[in-house]
């Protein structure tokens, strides 16, 4: 079946995720509501899940989007693994942001693994909206 | 009923366990998508074998952890389950927040659960439509049990009647006036009231006094909706809880009450469907018609009154109807 979501009236579903050991979920918390209030529906995944679990979400909950918060500099593992994942079941398409304490040697070679693009501290809300927003639907 | 072969490609996808082309026909449906219509109608025919379990109640009575628990009871009796979580949209932005995910436990590998969490989109009737036409997805799709929590609150609530085969309502206690509330609405819905976090002090108070409301009766069925004690921190109760479904379900069969409801509940939804769509053609007919357009502007300055102008209109639809 073709990629259905094309019209611009369904609203863009988002997932938020907190790969890893770290408890410190406020951040994620902060976006969600933000992209809430943007008009997205946000699947909140919550605290401590696997690669596995945030790739059976996006799967499940058919998301245009994939947004990752981690704190724990576990970065270098779990990102990858995740597109991984993604690419292995087809949905390499996704696109997938984040957010953390992210040196920038990392963000960089993140970026080239295929993350969209890496927020640190100090962001504002409006970026991470704008930029969401056209990752989800370059076209419009 | 329509052979495997007659199946579109991805109906057939549907069957065979393929989840991401559930999980992306899930969306049609929410989207209001023509795609996913010819793969709805052939579906339907591999529909209602499962119970559909609803749960519902107040904010933050504990329905996602029960949902959770009743998860990981059901896969221990080796059943599939389906779960569908709403949780509201925004009025003013429609965006939302669906959180129902988090208090879910399973392993990533475990193909014997899907979940799946729904905006309610502002429409209090489209949301019970979709969820309808959702948890008849994941039926064909060949999960054993349905399990769809609602949002909490409004209309939606009393509406899960027209799709749960069994309704939980869940209290917890001290609501207080909550629970003289739901006389009125959420009461008449429950098939088994669920009183959660029974290890807080007035629990028993708490099902004493729905036990009342029960007694008072008052209710269509003759079925007695049973008050089960559950406290999720120590999975208390699940196993009473899934029990006193299953006996709801034998209930239906024997009494002949599901086939009654069924016949009911289908022929609102045919009505229903007909009735959007007569709606659609006039508003259509309404619009590209210019005489029918003056009928307007003659009821806006009041020289007909709306009712003639209503009948005039269907009597048009009739005569376009028999050309």
């Known amino acids: 079946m073709a990629k259905a979501r094309t019209s611009k009236s369904s609203p863009i579903r988002v997932l938020i995720a907190k790969p890893g050991l770290d408890g410190h979920d406020r951040g994620a918390k902060v976006v969600a509501r933000a992209l809430r209030d943007a008009g997205m529906e946000v699947i909140y995944a919550g605290l401590r899940q696997t690669p596995e679990e945030i790739v059976r979400a996006a799967l499940e909950e058919d998301v245009d989007i994939i947004g990752l918060s981690i704190l724990s500099g576990a970065h270098m593992a779990l990102f990858p693994r995740i597109l991984a994942l993604l690419k292995e079941h087809k949905a390499g398409t996704i696109p997938v942001f984040a957010g953390g304490i992210i040196p920038d040697e990392d963000a960089r070679r993140l970026r080239k693994a295929g993350i969209r693009a890496i927020f640190g501290p100090g962001t504002s809300l409006e970026e991470i909206v704008t930029t969401a927003r056209s990752l989800a639907r370059p076209t419009a | ?323």
């Open chain 2, 1 to 323: 009923m329509k052979g495997p072969a007659r199946l579109p490609a991805a109906a057939r996808a549907i069957v065979d366990g393929d989840r991401r082309v559930l999980a992306q026909t899930i969306s049609a449906v929410e989207n209001g998508d023509p795609s996913a219509d010819p793969i709805v109608r052939a579906l339907y025919a591999r529909s209602g074998r499962a119970p559909v379990v609803g749960l519902t109640g107040p904010l933050g009575v504990g329905k996602s952890s029960i949902v959770n628990a009743l998860v990981g009871r059901l896969r221990s009796l080796g059943q599939t389950v389906g779960v569908i979580g709403v949780d509201p949209s925004s009025p003013f932005t429609g965006g939302s927040v669906l959180g129902d995910r988090i208090r879910l436990e399973r392993r990533a590998d475990d193909t014997g659960v899907f979940f799946r969490s729904m905006a309610s989109r502002g429409a209090a009737g489209g949301v019970a439509e979709t969820t309808r036409q959702v948890s008849r997805l994941l039926d064909a799709a060949g999960f054993d049990v349905i399990l769809v929590e609602t949002v909490g609150s409004g209309q939606v609530d009393v509406a899960i009647r027209d799709i749960a085969s069994t309704s939980i309502v869940v209290v917890v206690p001290h609501l207080g006036d909550e629970v003289q509330t739901l006389k009125a609405g959420l009461f008449e819905i429950a098939d088994i009231f669920c009183v959660n976090k029974v290890d807080l002090p007035g629990a028993e108070l708490a099902k004493r006094d729905l036990a009342e409301l029960v007694m008072l009766g008052g209710r269509a069925s003759s079925w007695t909706p049973p008050i089960v004690g559950t406290s999720t921190v120590d999975a208390k109760g699940i196993d009473e809880l899934w029990n006193a479904v299953v006996a709801h379900e034998k209930f239906l069969d024997v009494s002949g009450e599901r086939t009654r409801g069924e016949r009911a509940r289908l022929s609102s939804e045919v009505v229903g469907l007909a009735r959007d769509r007569i709606g659609r053609e006039l508003m259509q007919r309404l619009e590209q018609d210019p005489s029918l357009r003056r009928l307007l502007e003659d009821v806006l300055a009041r020289r007909i009154d709306p009712r003639t102008a209503a009948d005039r209109l269907a009597s048009t639809s009739q005569r376009a109807r028999r050309r």
